[in-house]
Protein backbone atom coordinates (compact mmCIF):
# COMPACT_ATOMS: atom_id res chain seq x y z
CA UNK A 1 0.00 0.00 0.00
CA UNK A 2 1.22 3.72 -0.39
CA UNK A 3 2.59 5.22 2.31
CA UNK A 4 1.00 8.74 3.22
CA UNK A 5 3.24 11.60 4.94
CA UNK A 6 0.60 13.51 6.92
CA UNK A 7 1.10 17.22 7.81
CA UNK A 8 -0.22 17.51 11.44
CA UNK A 9 -1.02 21.30 12.77
CA UNK A 10 -2.19 21.36 16.05
CA UNK A 11 -2.49 24.87 16.25
CA UNK A 12 -3.86 26.36 19.47
CA UNK A 13 -6.37 25.81 22.44
CA UNK A 14 -8.84 22.71 21.44
CA UNK A 15 -7.07 22.03 18.21
CA UNK A 16 -4.30 20.25 20.51
CA UNK A 17 -7.25 18.47 21.53
CA UNK A 18 -8.96 17.84 18.94
CA UNK A 19 -6.01 16.91 16.49
CA UNK A 20 -4.53 13.93 18.97
CA UNK A 21 -8.06 12.28 19.20
CA UNK A 22 -8.39 12.46 15.72
CA UNK A 23 -4.77 11.12 14.82
CA UNK A 24 -5.94 7.76 17.51
CA UNK A 25 -8.63 7.46 15.10
CA UNK A 26 -6.80 7.39 11.85
CA UNK A 27 -4.05 4.90 13.21
CA UNK A 28 -7.02 2.54 14.26
CA UNK A 29 -7.99 2.81 11.06
CA UNK A 30 -4.91 2.70 9.53
CA UNK A 31 -4.28 -0.96 10.90
CA UNK A 32 -7.44 -2.13 9.74
CA UNK A 33 -6.84 -1.16 6.42
CA UNK A 34 -3.53 -1.80 6.26
CA UNK A 35 -2.34 1.96 5.54
CA UNK A 36 0.55 3.16 5.86
CA UNK A 37 0.20 6.65 7.64
CA UNK A 38 3.84 8.85 8.47
CA UNK A 39 3.34 11.73 10.64
CA UNK A 40 5.24 14.94 11.59
CA UNK A 41 3.97 17.24 13.66
CA UNK A 42 4.49 21.26 13.40
CA UNK A 43 4.08 23.32 16.13
CA UNK A 44 3.12 26.24 14.51
CA UNK A 45 0.38 28.09 16.97
CA UNK A 46 -0.16 31.69 18.50
CA UNK A 47 2.31 30.26 21.24
CA UNK A 48 5.15 30.14 18.26
CA UNK A 49 4.76 33.63 17.15
CA UNK A 50 4.98 35.04 20.83
CA UNK A 51 8.23 32.76 20.84
CA UNK A 52 9.20 33.28 18.02
CA UNK A 53 7.78 36.13 16.36
CA UNK A 54 6.41 33.94 13.44
CA UNK A 55 3.37 31.76 13.09
CA UNK A 56 5.57 29.68 10.67
CA UNK A 57 8.96 29.22 9.44
CA UNK A 58 9.28 31.60 6.07
CA UNK A 59 9.81 28.31 4.43
CA UNK A 60 6.85 26.68 6.38
CA UNK A 61 4.86 26.18 2.88
CA UNK A 62 7.99 24.88 1.23
CA UNK A 63 8.41 22.53 4.03
CA UNK A 64 4.21 21.34 3.67
CA UNK A 65 4.61 21.07 -0.20
CA UNK A 66 6.39 17.69 0.48
CA UNK A 67 3.38 16.40 2.20
CA UNK A 68 0.22 14.29 1.12
CA UNK A 69 -2.15 16.25 2.65
CA UNK A 70 -2.23 18.60 6.14
CA UNK A 71 -4.57 18.30 8.86
CA UNK A 72 -4.99 20.84 11.12
CA UNK A 73 -6.49 22.00 14.45
CA UNK A 74 -7.42 25.58 14.75
CA UNK A 75 -5.54 28.45 15.24
CA UNK A 76 -6.05 31.95 17.56
CA UNK A 77 -5.31 32.99 21.08
CA UNK A 78 -6.69 35.65 22.80
CA UNK A 79 -2.65 36.93 23.58
CA UNK A 80 -2.55 37.61 19.23
CA UNK A 81 -4.66 39.43 17.38
CA UNK A 82 -6.82 37.15 14.95
CA UNK A 83 -5.53 39.14 11.99
CA UNK A 84 -2.16 38.21 13.07
CA UNK A 85 -2.53 34.41 13.28
CA UNK A 86 -4.85 33.71 10.43
CA UNK A 87 -3.21 36.01 7.59
CA UNK A 88 -0.23 34.01 9.43
CA UNK A 89 -0.69 30.50 9.01
CA UNK A 90 -3.96 29.44 8.12
CA UNK A 91 -5.02 31.57 4.78
CA UNK A 92 -1.11 31.23 3.20
CA UNK A 93 -1.66 27.65 3.27
CA UNK A 94 -5.27 27.86 1.53
CA UNK A 95 -4.10 30.24 -0.78
CA UNK A 96 -0.50 29.03 -1.25
CA UNK A 97 -1.85 25.84 -1.93
CA UNK A 98 -4.58 26.85 -4.12
CA UNK A 99 -7.33 25.34 -1.74
CA UNK A 100 -9.91 27.19 -3.84
CA UNK A 101 -12.61 24.69 -2.48
CA UNK A 102 -13.72 24.08 0.41
CA UNK A 103 -15.97 21.67 0.93
CA UNK A 104 -18.04 21.40 4.36
CA UNK A 105 -20.68 18.44 5.10
CA UNK A 106 -23.75 18.54 7.43
CA UNK A 107 -25.54 15.90 8.75
CA UNK A 108 -28.29 15.28 11.36
CA UNK A 109 -26.98 12.01 13.06
CA UNK A 110 -29.48 9.80 14.57
CA UNK A 111 -29.02 10.63 18.53
CA UNK A 112 -28.35 14.10 17.74
CA UNK A 113 -31.56 16.55 18.45
CA UNK A 114 -31.49 19.33 16.10
CA UNK A 115 -32.33 22.55 17.90
CA UNK A 116 -34.55 23.01 14.66
CA UNK A 117 -37.87 21.43 14.75
CA UNK A 118 -38.55 18.99 12.02
CA UNK A 119 -35.04 18.51 11.06
CA UNK A 120 -34.47 14.80 11.45
CA UNK A 121 -31.70 12.01 11.20
CA UNK A 122 -31.40 11.37 7.08
CA UNK A 123 -33.61 14.25 5.73
CA UNK A 124 -30.65 16.91 6.76
CA UNK A 125 -27.54 15.67 4.69
CA UNK A 126 -26.01 18.50 2.61
CA UNK A 127 -22.74 19.86 1.64
CA UNK A 128 -21.91 23.26 1.86
CA UNK A 129 -19.44 24.01 -1.25
CA UNK A 130 -17.32 27.87 0.43
CA UNK A 131 -14.97 29.66 -2.26
CA UNK A 132 -11.95 29.92 -0.28
CA UNK A 133 -9.59 31.90 -1.82
CA UNK A 134 -10.92 35.45 -3.06
CA UNK A 135 -13.86 37.21 -2.50
CA UNK A 136 -14.83 39.52 0.43
CA UNK A 137 -11.16 38.12 2.06
CA UNK A 138 -9.57 40.65 -0.15
CA UNK A 139 -5.82 42.02 0.80
CA UNK A 140 -6.80 45.11 -1.21
CA UNK A 141 -8.08 48.31 0.61
CA UNK A 142 -7.16 50.27 3.70
CA UNK A 143 -8.21 52.44 6.49
CA UNK A 144 -7.67 56.04 6.96
CA UNK A 145 -7.77 58.70 9.29
CA UNK A 146 -6.76 56.76 12.62
CA UNK A 147 -8.25 58.34 15.35
CA UNK A 148 -9.73 61.13 13.87
CA UNK A 149 -13.27 61.86 13.29
CA UNK A 150 -13.31 60.92 9.30
CA UNK A 151 -11.71 57.54 10.20
CA UNK A 152 -12.59 54.86 7.46
CA UNK A 153 -11.63 51.52 6.44
CA UNK A 154 -12.58 50.35 3.17
CA UNK A 155 -11.62 46.55 1.92
CA UNK A 156 -12.07 45.40 -2.26
CA UNK A 157 -13.93 42.09 -2.60
CA UNK A 158 -12.18 40.57 -5.47
CA UNK A 159 -13.87 37.84 -7.76
CA UNK A 160 -12.42 36.43 -10.65
CA UNK A 161 -14.09 34.72 -13.73
CA UNK A 162 -11.82 31.94 -13.39
CA UNK A 163 -11.82 31.89 -9.35
CA UNK A 164 -15.88 31.80 -9.90
CA UNK A 165 -15.59 29.55 -12.48
CA UNK A 166 -13.63 26.99 -10.83
CA UNK A 167 -15.93 26.75 -8.01
CA UNK A 168 -19.40 26.89 -9.41
CA UNK A 169 -18.24 24.10 -11.90
CA UNK A 170 -16.77 22.11 -8.98
CA UNK A 171 -19.97 22.21 -7.18
CA UNK A 172 -22.59 21.54 -10.28
CA UNK A 173 -20.38 18.69 -11.06
CA UNK A 174 -20.86 17.75 -6.90
CA UNK A 175 -24.20 17.96 -7.13
CA UNK A 176 -24.78 15.81 -10.78
CA UNK A 177 -22.73 13.31 -8.67
CA UNK A 178 -25.03 13.03 -5.79
CA UNK A 179 -27.99 13.42 -8.04
CA UNK A 180 -29.23 16.71 -6.34
CA UNK A 181 -29.78 20.17 -6.39
CA UNK A 182 -27.73 23.23 -6.40
CA UNK A 183 -28.43 26.59 -4.50
CA UNK A 184 -26.45 29.27 -5.47
CA UNK A 185 -26.14 31.95 -2.29
CA UNK A 186 -25.60 35.61 -3.65
CA UNK A 187 -26.93 39.01 -2.64
CA UNK A 188 -27.80 40.27 -5.96
CA UNK A 189 -30.54 42.55 -5.10
CA UNK A 190 -28.34 44.72 -2.90
CA UNK A 191 -24.69 44.34 -3.97
CA UNK A 192 -24.47 45.50 -7.35
CA UNK A 193 -21.48 44.14 -9.21
CA UNK A 194 -19.68 41.58 -6.84
CA UNK A 195 -22.81 39.24 -7.13
CA UNK A 196 -24.71 39.64 -10.00
CA UNK A 197 -21.26 38.60 -11.77
CA UNK A 198 -21.59 36.01 -10.07
CA UNK A 199 -25.25 34.71 -11.01
CA UNK A 200 -24.25 35.13 -14.25
CA UNK A 201 -21.22 33.04 -14.52
CA UNK A 202 -23.71 30.05 -12.74
CA UNK A 203 -26.23 30.26 -15.07
CA UNK A 204 -23.53 30.15 -17.84
CA UNK A 205 -22.31 27.04 -16.21
CA UNK A 206 -26.29 25.46 -15.52
CA UNK A 207 -26.64 24.73 -19.31
CA UNK A 208 -23.47 22.59 -19.26
CA UNK A 209 -25.48 20.71 -16.18
CA UNK A 210 -28.62 20.20 -17.54
CA UNK A 211 -29.28 16.92 -15.25
CA UNK A 212 -28.95 19.57 -12.11
CA UNK A 213 -31.78 21.91 -10.91
CA UNK A 214 -30.38 24.77 -9.55
CA UNK A 215 -31.88 27.90 -7.46
CA UNK A 216 -30.67 31.10 -6.93
CA UNK A 217 -31.73 32.57 -3.09
CA UNK A 218 -30.50 35.67 -1.38
CA UNK A 219 -27.99 34.86 2.03
CA UNK A 220 -30.38 36.52 4.27
CA UNK A 221 -33.71 34.50 3.08
CA UNK A 222 -31.83 31.93 2.44
CA UNK A 223 -30.35 31.82 5.98
CA UNK A 224 -33.76 31.79 7.34
CA UNK A 225 -34.71 29.15 5.00
CA UNK A 226 -31.46 26.99 6.11
CA UNK A 227 -33.03 27.02 9.83
CA UNK A 228 -37.08 26.49 8.62
CA UNK A 229 -36.58 23.82 6.16
CA UNK A 230 -32.78 22.71 6.02
CA UNK A 231 -33.86 19.16 4.78
CA UNK A 232 -34.75 21.11 1.19
CA UNK A 233 -30.33 21.46 0.65
CA UNK A 234 -28.07 18.94 -1.10
CA UNK A 235 -24.91 21.07 -2.42
CA UNK A 236 -24.87 24.78 -1.55
CA UNK A 237 -22.17 26.93 -3.47
CA UNK A 238 -21.08 30.29 -1.75
CA UNK A 239 -18.78 33.14 -2.03
CA UNK A 240 -15.74 33.19 1.33
CA UNK A 241 -17.85 34.89 3.69
CA UNK A 242 -21.22 34.43 2.61
CA UNK A 243 -19.94 30.23 2.80
CA UNK A 244 -18.07 30.75 6.30
CA UNK A 245 -21.09 32.19 7.85
CA UNK A 246 -23.33 29.65 6.37
CA UNK A 247 -21.55 26.39 7.25
CA UNK A 248 -20.98 27.66 10.86
CA UNK A 249 -25.37 28.17 10.64
CA UNK A 250 -25.63 24.71 8.92
CA UNK A 251 -23.19 22.96 11.73
CA UNK A 252 -25.47 24.57 14.40
CA UNK A 253 -28.51 23.15 12.41
CA UNK A 254 -26.97 20.03 12.80
CA UNK A 255 -26.59 20.05 16.45
CA UNK A 256 -23.00 21.64 17.18
CA UNK A 257 -20.39 23.69 15.50
CA UNK A 258 -17.91 20.68 17.16
CA UNK A 259 -19.18 18.25 14.89
CA UNK A 260 -18.83 20.17 11.31
CA UNK A 261 -15.81 19.14 8.97
CA UNK A 262 -13.79 20.51 6.40
CA UNK A 263 -11.79 20.06 3.58
CA UNK A 264 -9.78 22.39 1.74
CA UNK A 265 -9.16 20.96 -1.69
CA UNK A 266 -6.68 22.02 -4.52
CA UNK A 267 -8.93 19.52 -6.82
CA UNK A 268 -6.26 19.51 -9.51
CA UNK A 269 -3.58 17.89 -6.96
CA UNK A 270 -1.07 19.79 -7.43
CA UNK A 271 -0.39 21.00 -4.19
CA UNK A 272 -1.56 19.11 -0.70
CA UNK A 273 -4.86 19.60 0.21
CA UNK A 274 -5.80 20.59 3.84
CA UNK A 275 -8.42 19.00 6.91
CA UNK A 276 -9.87 20.53 9.22
CA UNK A 277 -12.77 20.84 11.68
CA UNK A 278 -14.74 24.81 10.72
CA UNK A 279 -14.91 25.03 14.37
CA UNK A 280 -11.73 27.36 16.49
CA UNK A 281 -9.87 27.52 19.17
CA UNK A 282 -12.91 27.71 21.48
CA UNK A 283 -10.27 29.50 24.09
CA UNK A 284 -13.72 29.37 26.44
CA UNK A 285 -13.18 25.61 27.05
CA UNK A 286 -9.17 24.68 26.18
CA UNK A 287 -7.56 23.05 28.17
CA UNK A 288 -10.21 21.03 29.94
CA UNK A 289 -10.14 18.05 27.88
CA UNK A 290 -13.93 18.54 26.81
CA UNK A 291 -14.08 19.62 22.72
CA UNK A 292 -16.12 17.23 20.89
CA UNK A 293 -13.21 15.80 18.67
CA UNK A 294 -15.99 14.92 15.94
CA UNK A 295 -15.27 17.77 13.45
CA UNK A 296 -11.55 16.46 13.50
CA UNK A 297 -12.23 12.72 13.20
CA UNK A 298 -14.66 13.57 10.58
CA UNK A 299 -12.14 15.69 9.13
CA UNK A 300 -9.32 12.97 8.99
CA UNK A 301 -12.37 10.84 7.12
CA UNK A 302 -12.16 13.15 4.21
CA UNK A 303 -8.39 13.28 4.11
CA UNK A 304 -8.51 9.55 3.82
CA UNK A 305 -11.17 9.85 1.36
CA UNK A 306 -8.75 12.38 -0.64
CA UNK A 307 -6.26 9.93 -0.22
CA UNK A 308 -7.83 7.10 -1.93
CA UNK A 309 -9.77 5.41 0.64
CA UNK A 310 -13.17 5.79 0.14
CA UNK A 311 -13.72 2.17 2.51
CA UNK A 312 -11.46 3.40 5.20
CA UNK A 313 -12.95 7.27 5.28
CA UNK A 314 -16.94 5.67 5.37
CA UNK A 315 -15.39 3.45 8.61
CA UNK A 316 -14.79 6.27 10.51
CA UNK A 317 -18.12 8.16 9.38
CA UNK A 318 -19.96 4.64 10.20
CA UNK A 319 -18.99 4.42 13.61
CA UNK A 320 -19.47 8.21 14.31
CA UNK A 321 -22.94 7.29 13.63
CA UNK A 322 -22.71 4.31 15.83
CA UNK A 323 -21.35 6.02 18.74
CA UNK A 324 -24.21 8.75 18.62
CA UNK A 325 -26.66 6.24 17.65
CA UNK A 326 -25.93 3.66 20.34
CA UNK A 327 -24.20 5.05 23.08
CA UNK A 328 -25.09 7.89 25.69
CA UNK A 329 -21.36 9.02 25.07
CA UNK A 330 -21.10 12.69 24.21
CA UNK A 331 -19.60 15.73 25.13
CA UNK A 332 -21.06 18.33 26.65
CA UNK A 333 -21.96 20.58 23.48
CA UNK A 334 -24.08 17.65 22.57
CA UNK A 335 -25.64 18.15 26.39
CA UNK A 336 -23.56 14.91 27.53
CA UNK A 337 -20.53 15.08 30.50
CA UNK A 338 -17.99 13.24 28.32
CA UNK A 339 -14.58 14.15 27.93
CA UNK A 340 -12.70 14.46 24.57
CA UNK A 341 -10.63 10.98 25.12
CA UNK A 342 -14.16 9.01 26.02
CA UNK A 343 -15.60 9.91 22.78
CA UNK A 344 -13.00 9.29 20.77
CA UNK A 345 -12.26 5.70 22.54
CA UNK A 346 -15.99 4.80 21.57
CA UNK A 347 -16.11 6.00 18.21
CA UNK A 348 -12.28 3.52 17.94
CA UNK A 349 -14.26 0.75 19.99
CA UNK A 350 -16.94 0.97 17.12
CA UNK A 351 -14.50 0.56 14.00
P1 LIG B 1 -14.93 28.95 17.98
O1 LIG B 1 -15.39 27.98 16.95
O2 LIG B 1 -13.55 28.73 18.48
O3 LIG B 1 -15.95 28.89 19.23
C1 LIG B 1 -17.31 29.27 19.16
C2 LIG B 1 -18.12 28.57 20.27
O4 LIG B 1 -18.26 27.18 19.92
C3 LIG B 1 -17.41 28.59 21.62
O5 LIG B 1 -18.36 28.73 22.64
C4 LIG B 1 -16.75 27.23 21.70
O6 LIG B 1 -16.55 26.76 23.01
C5 LIG B 1 -17.70 26.35 20.92
N1 LIG B 1 -16.98 25.26 20.26
C6 LIG B 1 -16.22 25.37 19.14
N2 LIG B 1 -15.67 24.18 18.82
C7 LIG B 1 -16.12 23.30 19.75
C8 LIG B 1 -15.88 21.90 19.96
N3 LIG B 1 -15.11 21.18 19.14
N4 LIG B 1 -16.47 21.32 21.02
C9 LIG B 1 -17.26 22.03 21.84
N5 LIG B 1 -17.51 23.34 21.71
C10 LIG B 1 -16.93 23.97 20.66
O7 LIG B 1 -15.10 30.39 17.35
P2 LIG B 1 -14.68 31.84 17.88
O8 LIG B 1 -14.95 31.93 19.36
O9 LIG B 1 -15.29 32.78 16.98
O10 LIG B 1 -13.11 31.93 17.65
C11 LIG B 1 -12.12 31.59 18.62
C12 LIG B 1 -10.76 31.69 17.97
O11 LIG B 1 -10.62 30.70 16.95
C13 LIG B 1 -10.50 33.05 17.28
O12 LIG B 1 -9.15 33.36 17.47
C14 LIG B 1 -10.80 32.74 15.83
O13 LIG B 1 -10.16 33.62 14.95
C15 LIG B 1 -10.27 31.35 15.71
N6 LIG B 1 -10.83 30.54 14.61
C16 LIG B 1 -9.96 29.76 13.93
C17 LIG B 1 -10.43 28.91 12.94
C18 LIG B 1 -9.47 28.03 12.20
O14 LIG B 1 -8.32 27.95 12.55
N7 LIG B 1 -9.89 27.37 11.15
C19 LIG B 1 -11.81 28.84 12.69
C20 LIG B 1 -12.67 29.66 13.42
C21 LIG B 1 -12.17 30.50 14.39
C1 LIG C 1 -13.13 29.18 9.16
C2 LIG C 1 -12.72 30.37 9.98
C3 LIG C 1 -11.77 31.26 9.19
C4 LIG C 1 -12.43 31.70 7.91
C5 LIG C 1 -11.29 32.48 9.97
C6 LIG C 1 -10.74 32.07 11.30
C7 LIG C 1 -10.35 33.31 9.17
O1 LIG C 1 -13.84 31.08 10.42
O2 LIG C 1 -12.26 28.40 8.73
O3 LIG C 1 -14.33 28.98 8.97
O4 LIG C 1 -13.24 32.62 7.91
O5 LIG C 1 -12.11 31.12 6.89
MN1 LIG D 1 -15.69 30.03 10.05
Not at 99 to 120: D, I, K, M, T
Not at 128 to 133: A, G, S
Not at 208 to 231: N, S, Y
Not at 305 to 321: E, S, W
Amino acid sequence: TPDHRIALIPGDGIGTEVIPAARRVLDAVAVRHRLSLTYDTFDWSCARYLRDGAMMPEDGLETLRGYDAILLGAVGSPEVPDHVSLWGLLIPIRRGFQQYVNLRPVRVFEGVPSPVRGAEPGAVDFVVVRENVEGEYGEIGGRLNRGLPGELAVQEAVFTRTGVSRIVDYAFTLAGRRGGTLTSATKSNGIIHTMPFWDEIVAEHAAGHPQVAWHQEHIDALAAKFVLDPARFDVVVASNLFGDILSDLAAAVAGSIGIAPAANLNPERVFPSMFEPVHGSAPDIAGRGIANPLGAIWSAAMMLDHLGHAAAATRITDAIAAALATTPVRTPDLGGSATTDAFTDTVISLL
